[in-house]
């Protein structure tokens, strides 16, 4: 493995060409450094203080790194994998999230289409949402445009995923059989469907026994996760009037 320390002037040059669009300039950068493309960058602060490699990245990270949305992502990434870069390479450190989960992260669809496309393996774990799925990511996130993407390529989705959605039917499914959901389960998908503002969903799992005014992910109530994503007015409504309160009132 080739270690590049993002303070070199290649690593440099290569990231801010990525970060630019820059395909040419990216082709001829691999074609003359041919390790470039399966190479870590990573910061030498961090493995001098750490005595270790610590976090790194590939380059097909960086075209998937926060914001997303660089120009000519897709076609960088198409470059990439073609050049011989791993589709499936883990980021190293607190956790180890594949270009997948960094593009889902970002609702890069475009991006995300090209590395399913090339490989990505679209149910890998190492998330930074509790170790999952790119999906995983892509709700919690909510980005939507991207996890109902995953969803249809075939990324396997579990209730709260499924809440978070409005995947009715398949919510349905899961109270049909002997091995029915937990309350804790219910009660965790309940409050991500008001944060995917999924009606709905949210009212089929109250009607399951979910905890209405849980105080859950971020320290937010079902009512407040609706509200910070700006949720349907309906579903707003719908809970106000259904006795909702914030971590303030239930405090």
């Known amino acids: ?10 690593a440099a040059e290569v990231v801010k060409a990525i970060q630019t669009g820059e395909v040419g300039k990216v082709e001829r950068l691999i074609s003359e450094n041919p390790f470039l493309v399966t190479a870590r960058i ?6 001098e203080h750490s005595k270790a490699l610590g976090m790194s990245r590939t380059l097909l990270h960086i075209v998937t790194d926060w914001p997303g949305h660089f120009p000519n992502g ?9 050049a011989g870069a791993d589709v499936n390479a883990r980021f190293t450190g607190p956790h180890n999230e594949t270009p997948l989960h960094w593009a889902a992260s970002s609702n890069d669809v475009e991006v ?31 980005q939507w445009d991207a ?5 249809e390529r075939g990324a396997q989705t579990k209730l709260w995923n499924e809440a978070a959605l409005g995947l009715m039917n398949r919510i349905q499914q899961r109270f049909q059989g002997s091995n029915s959901p937990t309350f804790d389960q219910i009660t965790e998908a309940f409050w991500l469907a008001c944060h995917g503002g999924q009606q709905s969903a949210a ?20 009512l407040e996760a609706a509200q910070r994503n700006h949720a ?9 009037n259904q006795g909702a309160k914030s971590v303030n009132e239930e405090c």
């Open 203 to 222: 009212e089929y799992l109250l009607a399951q026994g979910a905890d209405f005014n849980w105080i859950g992910y971020d320290n937010l109530t079902p």
């Open 232 to 240: 349907n007015p309906a579903l707003i409504e719908w809970l106000i």
């Open 112 to 142: 995300m289409d090209v590395l399913l496309d090339g490989g990505a393996e679209i149910d890998a774990d190492g998330a930074v949402i509790g170790g999952g799925t790119p999906l995983d990511d892509a709700v919690a996130f909510a």
């Open 42 to 47: 990573v910061s030498r602060d961090y493995v």
């Open 74 to 82: 897709a076609k960088m990434v198409k470059v990439l994998i073609e």
């Open 1 to 10: 493995m080739t270690i590049i320390y993002e303070d070199e002037d290649l």
């Open 147 to 151: 996890a109902h993407g995953l969803v």
